[in-house]
């Protein structure tokens, strides 16, 4: 049981370039969630979804782009990249929106723009 | 504006003592709170949760207590141990199933 796996770990992007972070679960939880966290600060939504087909912005999601077109996955788009984005981005997930054993979140990614 | 709040950034303890870490909370909606545990270059993990319809939840050596009339809780670590060192979150949530995280705080329990 691999719970929530994120690719990749670690990525460096010039400034205007775009990439894909991918999140995938296997618990087959109906909520997901991309968080991101800036040194010293909590984390803070960017999506969320909450089944397949369904997706919606949180508190930061200029800049980001998202999909669910299955319960496993719900990748993450950054287009035009700015060092303003320059984050660590957790993924997770949960059944039925956490209430009582909370999100299971993946390892992260750590995204340098320079 | 911060609706949920972990005003200490750290907390240094001795082992085998308590642990208090505390958070408050501006958003009378919120309905349950939850407390993330973190380690270096790892996602957060799921510790304990509370719901407001309780005033304490206990877990092992974790303890979580709400004071809902102060908008207050805090996480007890009793007895503390070296592999309690992690930066500690709390988390807020209500119907819209979307948790609201606080700054974190690092605990540092010393041998």
């Known amino acids: 049981n691999a719970g929530v796996t994120q690719t990749p770990k670690f990525r460096i992007l010039k400034i205007g370039q775009s990439m894909t972070l991918q999140c995938a679960q296997d618990?087959?939880?109906?909520?997901m969630y991309w968080y991101r966290q800036d040194p010293g600060m909590g984390l803070k939504l960017i999506y969320y979804?909450?089944?397949?087909?369904?997706?919606d912005k949180g508190e930061v999601p200029n800049g980001y782009n998202v999909s669910r077109s299955t319960t496993e996955d719900f990748p993450l788009r950054l287009e035009l990249a700015a060092p303003s984005q320059t984050s660590v981005y957790f993924c997770?997930?949960?059944?039925?929106?956490?209430?009582?054993?909370?999100?299971?979140f993946g390892s992260g990614t750590r995204l340098t723009v320079v | 504006d911060q609706q949920v709040k972990q005003n200490s950034p750290s907390l240094s303890v001795q082992e085998g003592r308590i642990s208090i870490l505390n958070c408050d909370y501006t958003n009378s909606m919120f309905d349950y709170f939850l407390w993330y545990k973190k380690y270096p270059a790892e996602g957060p993990t799921f510790l304990i949760s509370i719901s407001s319809i309780k005033d304490k939840n206990e877990d092992g050596r974790f303890t979580v207590f709400l004071n809902k009339s102060a908008k207050h809780l805090s996480l007890h670590i009793v007895p503390s141990q070296p592999g309690d060192s992690a930066v500690y979150f709390c988390?807020?949530?209500?119907?819209?199933?979307?948790?609201?995280f606080g700054k974190g705080i690092t605990l540092s329990v010393r041998p």
């Open positions: 618990m087959n939880h109906n909520y």
């Open positions: 979804s909450v089944g397949a087909g369904i997706t």
């Open positions: 988390a807020a949530g209500g119907a819209n199933s979307k948790l609201t």
């Open positions: 997770a997930s949960s059944y039925s929106g956490g209430r009582i054993y909370g999100y299971t």
